[in-house]
């Protein structure tokens, strides 16, 4: 086979949640990989410290802070990245709210966290998602990779916000893919487990991480490099000819 085909220099690509987290690191594998990558996050401080390291490596990368949950943000960074690289290969829905929630039964969850959880997870990645579109339609090709959570077909208890919104991702996905398919514009979801990064959920101690770690078949903790390759498969032309798929990367502890 062609190695080119997992070729992703010279793509743009638009990562949301990038200061921090998983984000950071698709941040700094494309860059690795020669792709342009556009770091979308909330908060400057976190931002400009990922797009410090990866200029400080020599690497190039376009950081514009960004608030997913309002139409007027993403708008403008969709506009900055056009401006700069004229063009969108690659759109990576990965800013989501969950390290910061505390895990209590879905009765006790209050109304305003209920919304804001909704609001950043699910209607911030239609928002990105609607704002490229024009762009990859245009170009005639494009790639958009929605991070779900393999909480969904678990069902995990104590965070029913969380995992309602990232199973809306998954149909979100479903229902793009149907939409854009004409446009060769391919919508795929990745369901990643407990990843451990920088940012540690409140509820999580030791018991708790051994026994996710046990609940799988590759029995050790995720990490974000874990996660890497099936992204960048998705944003390369190897991945043509898949489209509305949701992928579970959490060494088997879903089978879907």
Not at 120 to 137: D, E, H, K, W
Request: charged share 20%.
């Amino acid at each position: 086979m062609d190695g080119d085909r997992f070729d992703v220099s010279g793509r743009v690509v638009i990562i949301t949640g990038a200061g921090q987290g998983i984000g950071r690191d698709y941040a700094l594998a494309f860059v690795a990989a020669g792709a342009k990558p556009v770091l979308a996050e909330i908060n400057g401080d976190k931002l400009r410290d990922v797009a410090s390291e990866i200029e400080t490596g020599g690497g190039e990368a376009f950081a514009i802070e960004t608030d997913v949950g309002s139409p007027d943000s993403v708008k403008a960074m969709v506009a900055a990245t056009l401006e700069k690289y004229g063009q969108i290969d690659v759109l990576i829905n990965n800013a989501a709210i969950f390290a910061n929630i505390p895990r209590r039964k879905f009765y006790d969850i209050p109304y305003d966290e209920w919304n804001n959880v909704l609001h950043v997870n699910i209607t911030g990645s239609y928002l990105c998602a609607s704002a490229v579109v024009p762009a990859m339609r245009k170009a005639g090709q494009g790639r958009i990779i929605n991070i779900s959570s393999g909480t969904v077909p678990q069902g995990a208890p104590g965070f029913l916000h969380y995992v309602t919104s990232k199973a809306a991702v998954v149909g979100m996905t479903r229902v793009m893919a149907r939409e854009l398919g004409d446009d060769k514009i391919n919508v795929n979801a990745v369901m990643p487990g407990y990843t451990e990064t920088e940012i540690e959920h409140a509820s999580m101690d030791d018991e708790l991480r051994q026994f996710i770690h046990e609940k799988r078949i590759l029995k050790r903790a995720e990490t974000p490099e874990d996660l890497i390759g099936i992204v960048m498969f998705l944003a390369s032309p190897a991945s043509s000819f898949i489209t509305g798929q949701s992928i579970a990367c959490c060494g088997g502890e879903v089978m879907l």
